[in-house]
């Protein structure tokens, strides 16, 4: 039987322990963009411009989230206890999971 790998991602999520959305709506991009500079290789010239690949804004089922990969722990660990700190403080739920690509990205089986 194959081992299933641990996740490699948290998912903090915009909605509060006690279930209410937090806000501002556009807290997730905020947050991910002062993560923008934390990346492979670290910050480069424009590299504010676009978001880490290590902490990327999306939605899931509707609800902002940020996706925080654990390579930030690894190779900043400053920047991951920030990330970790403000969904603490905010009262942010937290889970750890593994995005999977969309659909038309999947590699496709020959039957």
């Known amino acids: 039987m194959a081992s299933i790998p641990s996740s490699r991602e948290f998912f903090i999520q915009g909605v509060t322990r006690s279930g209410r959305t937090f806000r501002?709506?556009?807290?997730?991009?905020?947050?991910?963009?002062?993560?923008?500079?934390?990346?492979?290789?670290?910050?480069?010239?424009?590299?504010?411009?676009s978001y880490s690949p290590w902490c990327v804004p999306t939605a899931v089922n509707g609800v902002k989230c940020v996706v925080v990969n654990t390579a930030l722990r690894e190779h900043e660990p400053m920047a991951w206890d920030f990330v970790m700190n403000f969904a603490r403080d905010?009262?942010?739920?937290?889970?750890?999971?593994?995005?999977?690509?969309e659909e038309s990205d999947r590699p496709t089986t020959q039957p």
Not at 28 to 49: D, I, K, Q, T, Y
Not at 90 to 101: I, S
């Open 90 to 101: 905010n009262e942010l739920q937290v889970f750890e999971a593994c995005l999977l690509p």
């Open 24 to 49: 501002p709506s556009d807290w997730a991009e905020r947050l991910a963009g002062v993560m923008s500079p934390f990346r492979p290789g670290g910050a480069r010239p424009g590299s504010h411009l």
